[in-house]
């Protein structure tokens, strides 16, 4: 059970993490809350649907069929069934494009910000998704879900984790957007890379996926784990070591 609820925010963490991407075209704070006011109770009804309709397949096949595609496929006929599958391709393409291609690429172009330009970090994002071979993945549920948003899910909360922490806890809900920007503004910590940000990342990852005992117990609650690790590790690096070295103006703030 924790495994499954571990893969449903790691599903969502993608979209968490590169939210920013979006919001920061809205008119005004209260724009952008009021804009996702409505995202839980649509993925809720969307739950409803898929759960119902799973629940109608049992009843008619004798077997739960999740995969609407292959609900489709046997429960409609020509030309409906043509109708409905390209429905499916142009929603995933569309949905893919929206929510899980526009952060990545702004991340891979301002890489390289004088050679890249957002089409071209589109076009870099997708050799890698293909020689990710993520589809590879959805054949059987249990390893999408195990082998896939566990993994990357572990990753991301770790990320989330350092990000909510260090805003919420130490900068306590107070960022400096312009040092961002400058080369030797408040961020460029030891040759422009954050040590605490690094070592606890490495640390947390070590932890969910190297071998050893109880290890599958880690990896099932991979996003909980690793953002709730990510902060304790995190928090103290930055108090006792980074912020005296490298940010003396936060200190007494």
């Keep these: 059970m924790l495994a499954f609820l ?5 599903f969502w963490a993608t979209m ?17 809350t009021l804009g996702q006011i ?21 009843k008619l096949y004798g077997q739960p069929i999740w995969d609407p595609i292959v609900l489709v496929t046997l429960h409609m006929l020509p030309p ?3 109708f409905v599958l390209l429905a499916f391709i142009l929603a995933t393409f569309t949905v893919n ?14 890489t390289f910000p004088k050679k890249l330009t957002w089409f071209k970090g589109s076009l870099v994002l997708i050799v890698i998704g293909l020689a990710l071979g993520a589809w590879s993945y959805y054949g059987n549920v249990y390893n999408y879900i195990e082998n896939w948003l566990l993994t990357y899910g572990g990753l991301l909360g770790s990320v989330e984790g350092i990000i909510i922490f260090d805003y919420a806890l130490i ?3 107070k ?3 312009l040092d961002v920007f400058l080369s030797k503004g408040r961020f460029k910590y030891w040759k422009g890379v954050n040590p605490a940000a ?11 996926y190297l071998s050893y005992p109880g290890e599958n117990t880690l990896l099932s609650n991979a996003w909980v784990f690793s953002f709730l690790a990510s902060g304790l590790i995190y928090t103290p690096l930055m108090i006792l070591w980074v912020i005296p070295k490298y940010q003396k103006d936060l200190n007494g703030s």
């Design 171 to 173: 900068r306590r809900f």
């Design 175 to 177: 960022f400096e957007l």
């Design 198 to 208: 690094v070592i606890t990342f490495l640390v947390v990852s070590s932890l969910l």
């Design 16 to 32: 968490a993490i590169t939210m920013p991407d979006y919001t920061r075209f809205a008119k005004s704070q209260v724009a952008q």
């Design 6 to 10: 571990n893969a449903n925010i790691a």
């Design 97 to 110: 494009v929206f929510a899980n291609a526009v952060g990545p690429a702004y991340d891979i172009a301002n």
């Design 80 to 82: 409906l069934n043509v």
């Design 38 to 58: 409505p995202m839980p109770f649509l993925m809720l009804s969307i739950a409803v649907m898929s759960t119902m309709t799973t629940a109608s397949s049992l």
